[in-house]
């Protein structure tokens, strides 16, 4: 590895460092010290980023996809120093660093494409009727606008797609936003390589240097000084469920409450129907356990639960034990991560009327999968039982009958996704389930598994609460740009006035 961090903020295209640091705690290899945040740097940042917002906010679509497609160009130029820091921090393999680069990447360029056919805008005009009677109608029109400066957080589980230029950052400048990222302490030498290939964009494609900030570290009062900065519009969160929760509630403290699009995390039930457990239940439970596993269960699309009929629950229990049990131990992202997975795995274990079907020892920063079976009623009747647990577990949950089948799927809470696993004999079962999953998920999926998530148009990355808070919106595809937008409408506006896209 060529690059060695330097431990700075970037704020408004200056490297600053500050009187306290913090060290990194890498998987592999070498520790580094980062200059710690503070809420004078975040007052620095968010200023840099209204100062910026009244030129970048203002410039072309074409100049904004250029400049996207300029920090892409910049990414892949350090494209094996990134998964060199980045593999060493988080103890990802380098084939998973660098798929997750080309989806960053991918991401940027698709925005780019996107933000040119000036779709999203949602144009809307209506001509003047100055003849219409009982009362003339005014000429009008109504066309999306960047609301301002928007503060991202990294996330932990990836240190690309969802942190420094992940897709909350790249929606935002594809709308005309500034950015200020507050770095995730897992992976801080990947957000400073990251930072500088952005920073690189910046100056080559001569945007203003506060269009996008970094500060690295710091304790939990600086991440509550940037959602409460009055110049921050809009929030971007990948993570926990408590930390998201706190974050929100302060952004709907403020004096202008603004909006929190967090992504929160998920169980992801599948739900496997009686004809295609019949069919194919040993594919299923093959397909189910490399889903689980992948990536040592780190995915917020990670399918945690599977709802099964007792009666085909025995062979489908062992099937799935028997494919898990060739897992070998992964590293997980960090010590705190792993900790959180075995305390998650002793509360499941502990559940009322749980059974072990596959158990292991998972210790240190290391995880390995484990299977638990429970009943349909007794999952019912403890809520603790559909919390989310970060890792490779897996609970099956048994159910009498399809009423039961249909009782667990209306107590859910809201999902990133559910899956439903069905032959054609299945469908009469599928269309009563359906009615009831899309009012839980964003996605809804048939005969598949929601691991890794599709960057496109019609992707949805989100859901009802607690998947997300925000369940109109989605942090992946196109869509997601519209979260850093609001429609304003210009009535009888002397074109000279208006801007560029509206006339």
């Given at each position: ?12 295209g200056?490297w ?6 913090f ?64 593999t ?7 084939g ?11 991401q ?17 005009h ?26 991202v ?7 690309l ?32 390589i ?18 996008f ?26 993570g926990?469920?408590?930390g ?7 952004c ?26 019949g ?42 034990k ?10 997980m992202?960090?010590d ?40 349909g ?8 039982l ?12 048994t ?7 249909i ?12 899956t ?9 079962l ?5 009615t009831?999953?899309?009012?839980k ?46 429609p ?16």
């Amino acid at each position: 590895m060529t690059f060695t961090p330097h431990g700075k903020h970037l704020i408004a295209g200056e490297w600053i460092g500050s009187d306290s640091t913090f060290r990194s705690e890498p998987a592999s290899g070498e520790a580094h010290t980062f200059s710690m945040g503070s809420k004078a740097l975040v007052e620095q940042a968010c200023e840099a980023s209204e100062d910026a917002f009244w030129t970048y906010g203002y410039t072309s679509r074409e100049e904004r996809a250029r400049f996207l497609e300029t920090i892409a160009d910049e990414i892949e130029a350090r494209g094996e120093d990134i998964t060199a820091i980045g593999t060493s921090e988080s103890g990802l393999p380098e084939g998973r660093l660098q798929g997750e680069r080309g989806r960053t990447t991918g991401q940027l360029r698709m925005f780019a494409d996107h933000i040119r056919k000036g779709e999203y805008l949602d144009f809307r005009h209506d001509a003047a009727m100055p003849d219409r009677k009982p009362a003339p109608r005014p000429d009008l029109r109504m066309l999306e606008r960047p609301i301002g400066p928007i503060a991202v957080f990294g996330a932990s589980n990836f240190p690309l797609a969802f942190s420094t230029a992940g897709g909350d950052t790249a929606a935002a400048l594809a709308a005309g936003c500034p950015v200020v990222v507050k770095g995730h302490d897992a992976h801080p030498g990947t957000a400073e390589i990251v930072a500088e290939a952005i920073h690189a964009a910046i100056e080559k494609c001569d945007m203003p240097a506060g269009t996008f900030s970094l500060v690295q570290g710091g304790k939990r009062d600086v991440g509550q000084a940037l959602v409460q900065h009055p110049l921050i519009k809009a929030v971007g969160f990948t993570g926990s469920l408590a930390g998201g929760r706190a974050l929100y509630d302060l952004c709907a403290q403020r004096p202008e409450p603004i909006p929190f699009y967090g992504e929160l995390g998920s169980v992801n039930p599948m739900f496997l129907l009686p004809e295609a457990m019949g069919a194919r239940s040993a594919e299923i439970a093959k397909g189910w356990a490399g889903s689980l596993a992948m990536g040592a269960g780190q995915f917020c699309t990670n399918p945690g639960i599977a709802v099964v009929l007792e009666e085909k629950a025995d062979a489908f229990a062992n099937a799935v034990k028997e494919a898990l049990g060739g897992t070998g131990s992964q590293v997980m992202l960090t010590d705190g991560i792993a900790k959180a997975y075995r305390e998650g795995q002793a509360r499941i274990a502990g559940g009322p009327g749980v059974q072990e079907v596959l158990t292991t020892n998972c210790d240190a920063r290391n995880a390995t999968p484990y299977l638990y079976r429970v009943g349909g009623k007794d999952w019912l009747d403890n809520a603790e039982l559909s919390d989310e647990v970060f890792g490779p577990l897996g609970l099956l949950v048994t159910a009498r009958d399809t009423d039961e089948m249909i009782a667990i799927a209306r107590s859910l809470e809201g999902q990133l996704t559910v899956t439903l696993h069905l032959d054609d004999a299945d469908q009469e079962l599928g269309r009563k389930l359906m009615t009831v999953l899309e009012r839980k998920a964003g996605r809804v999926l048939a005969n598949g598994f929601p691991t890794g998530v599709e960057v496109s148009d019609a992707m949805v990355h989100g859901g009802p609460f607690p998947a997300s808070t925000n369940f109109g919106a989605t942090s992946v595809g196109t869509l997601s740009i519209r979260r850093f937008l609001r429609p304003v409408c210009y009535q009888n506006m002397p074109e000279a006035l208006l801007p560029e896209d509206a006339r």
